[in-house]
């Protein structure tokens, strides 16, 4: 029913889970040193997308994102902002805040575990001492690194042959490791700084976290693993020879990636330093404006952004506002929406790869008949708010007074959202509405 490109293959996949009705989902998160981008914010709009169609066709998925909230790159804001690089988690804490501001911001429903590495480096240190014994990883001094070539399939995700692989920029060289291509699975620091280990003190290393914390939260053994295409080499490749090398089985059945952003031609990247990061965006564009534009375009495709472009896709999101905002949208499971002829002709594109293009397309195609028919107003209703994540509130002119009661009523539907009771979320969403409340107002958040 559901097909998924998978990376690994490079082949379109119909998905089945490895335990019927049950999915287990990881997705890697960001490192909380900077403020989240847009690149962010399409990655993890996907991967919303991708568990709540999940949830749609009946699958009880649990769905995993962590946070790198022990890295070089946050040791160095520390250093600079605070003057200490140990003072790193301040620099985290008030970094992840602003993620989940985002997050909710783009009505992304939160994940069932965000684990943050520095909570689990007992559970890090065990993985990297099994590697150890089974001869996959080896100590220098007080570093430990990965042995690639101990790992016969290495390059198989990228499409890299290991004999061929250039040492750049991402591959960390030293004369203390066997191979330039070794990666660091455990970094030594200074005696009595981080976390103390078997081969002294120090840190871990930015691969093994995730292999860490997906064997730990889900299985050694996962359904999907997803991310942005620049994960995958070294990254996702490396956490397939960590896990696989320890556990002796697949990692990953489904390894999806979602395309790049393009800025003026460019791959978005902070090392060309043409960023825009979500709160700067969200304060010249509605947030399920930004939504709406992530899901235009199909997840693996590039995407062009530009404030023009965005300016052009609002007039679409508008239209779907005035055609199916007012009103509530009834409850629906996939057999009840797949008996509609033209919602079944929606799903169908949906389910090929999250073809969002494809079922948006439809939906103009037959927009009026759709308005007309109201059980097919109410499915498009239950979709475009449920399974899309679009509110279709109104765009908001103009800022209101958050009085206690109206911060009520959004904390409570917030934990309506979060337990998954979309009818009652629709009921104060209409009652803030009356209000002249935005719930998705940046001020709001």
């Given at each position: 029913m559901l097909k998924l490109t998978d990376t690994l293959s490079g082949k379109k996949k119909l998905f089945q889970s490895i335990t019927p009705g049950k999915v287990l989902m990881y997705v890697c998160g960001i490192t909380p040193y900077d403020r989240a981008h847009i690149g962010h914010g399409r990655c993890y709009v996907v991967f919303d997308l991708l568990y709540r169609v999940l949830m749609l066709l009946g699958y009880?998925?649990?769905?995993?994102?962590?946070?790198?909230?022990?890295?070089?790159?946050?040791?160095?804001?520390?250093?600079?902002?605070l003057g200490d690089k140990l003072r790193y988690k301040e620099i985290a804490d008030t970094f992840i805040k602003s993620f989940h501001d985002d997050m909710r911001a783009l009505d992304n429903i939160k994940p069932n575990q965000e684990p943050r590495v520095t909570d689990n480096i007992d559970l890090i240190i065990d993985f990297v001492q099994g590697l150890i014994n089974k001869g996959h990883a080896y100590v220098v001094n007080n570093d430990v690194y990965f042995d690639v070539r101990s790992f016969k399939k290495y390059g198989e995700l990228s499409k890299r042959n290991?004999?061929?692989?250039?040492?750049?920029?991402?591959?960390?060289?030293?004369?203390?490791?066997?191979?330039?291509?070794?990666?660091a699975l455990w970094k030594g620091e200074a005696e009595g700084t981080f976390w103390k280990s078997p081969w002294g003190y120090g840190r871990p290393g930015w691969h093994i976290e995730c292999s860490t914390l997906a064997s730990y939260y889900l299985a050694d053994h996962i359904d999907i693993h997803g991310g942005g295409l620049d994960l995958i080499f070294p990254h996702h490749e490396n956490e397939i020879a960590q896990s696989e090398s320890l556990h002796d089985d697949i990692f990953v059945n489904y390894w999806v990636h979602n395309g790049f952003v393009v800025l003026g031609k460019e791959k978005m990247s902070k090392s060309l330093g043409n960023i825009v990061t979500l709160d700067d965006l969200f304060a010249r564009v509605n947030p399920m404006v930004v939504r709406y534009y992530f899901l235009s375009h199909h997840y693996r495709a590039p995407m062009e952004f530009s404030l023009e472009i965005i300016t052009q896709v609002q007039k679409s999101y508008e239209r779907l506002i005035n055609a199916f905002g007012e009103g509530e949208s009834a409850p629906y499971d996939y057999a009840q929406l797949y008996a509609m002829p033209i919602i079944s002709k929606m799903l169908d594109f949906l389910c090929d790869d999250l073809n969002t293009p494809g079922m948006l397309g439809v939906l103009f195609e037959h927009i009026n008949e759709l308005q007309k028919d109201l059980q097919q107003r109410q499915a498009v209703q239950f979709i475009l708010r449920h399974v899309l994540g679009l509110t279709l509130e109104?765009?908001?002119?103009?800022?209101?007074?958050?009085?206690?009661?109206?911060?009520?009523?959004?904390?409570?539907?917030?934990?309506a959202r979060d337990a998954k009771d979309w009818a009652r979320a629709d009921k104060i969403r209409d009652q803030l509405q009356q209000l002249g409340v935005s719930v998705q107002d940046k001020k709001i958040d």
């Open positions: 009880n998925v649990t769905y995993v994102r962590n946070f790198t909230d022990i890295d070089d790159k946050l040791l160095k804001r520390a250093e600079q902002q290991i004999d061929e692989l250039l040492v750049g920029a991402r591959i960390d060289v030293s004369e203390k490791k066997k191979d330039p291509l070794d990666f109104p765009l908001a002119k103009e800022i209101v007074e958050i009085t206690p009661e109206i911060q009520q009523l959004i904390d409570e539907r917030e934990q």
